[in-house]
C-alpha cells in the first residue's frame, strides 16, 4: 500500500548532470529518514547520500561527496537527488529508501543498516 516511485534517471554524458526524484504515495515523507543509494545486481550498496526526516542532517559517502546533493520538500511529499559532474563510474541502479525509525534529525549511510522500504530504482548510464 506505500509506494516510492523514482523517476529521473537516464543516459548521460560525462561531465553532465541528473536530477533523480522520489515521489511518495501512502504515507507520509516526513516522518521518515530518506537515503539515496546506488546498487549494482550481486554487488553491495555504495556511493550513498541521505537525509534526515526534517532535512536538518545530510551524509555523502566519500565517493559522491561534493557532486551530489540529497535535498527534500516535505509539502511535495518528494526527495531529491541531484547529481553533478557526472562520471562513467557513477553508472548504476540507484534506490531511494525509507527510514521510519530513525530519530528526527539522523540518518545512516552504513551498508549495514536495513531501511524500511525500498523505491523500484532508476537507471543511470554515463557514457560518451
Known amino acids: 500500500q506505500w509506494q516510492r516511485v523514482e523517476s529521473g534517471g537516464g543516459l548521460v554524458q560525462p561531465g553532465g548532470s541528473l536530477r533523480l526524484s522520489c515521489a511518495a504515495s501512502?504515507?507520509?515523507?516526513?516522518?521518515?529518514?530518506i537515503g539515496w543509494f546506488r546498487q549494482a545486481p550481486g554487488k553491495e550498496r555504495e556511493g550513498g547520500s541521505c537525509?534526515?526526516?526534517?532535512?536538518?542532517?545530510?551524509k555523502y559517502a566519500d565517493s559522491v561527496k561534493g557532486r551530489f546533493t540529497i535535498s527534500r520538500d516535505n509539502a511535495k511529499n518528494t526527495v531529491y537527488l541531484q547529481i553533478n559532474s557526472l562520471k562513467p563510474e557513477d553508472t548504476d541502479i540507484y534506490y531511494c529508501?525509507?527510514?521510519?525509525?530513525?530519530?528526527?534529525?539522523?540518518?545512516?549511510?552504513?551498508?549495514?543498516?536495513?531501511?524500511?522500504?525500498w523505491g523500484q530504482g532508476t537507471q543511470v548510464t554515463v557514457s560518451s
Open positions: 529508501a525509507a527510514d521510519h525509525s530513525l530519530a528526527r534529525e539522523r540518518c545512516v549511510l552504513s551498508d549495514s543498516y536495513e531501511y524500511d522500504f
Open positions: 501512502g504515507f507520509t515523507l516526513d516522518y521518515f529518514a
Open positions: 537525509i534526515s526526516s526534517r532535512g536538518g542532517s545530510t
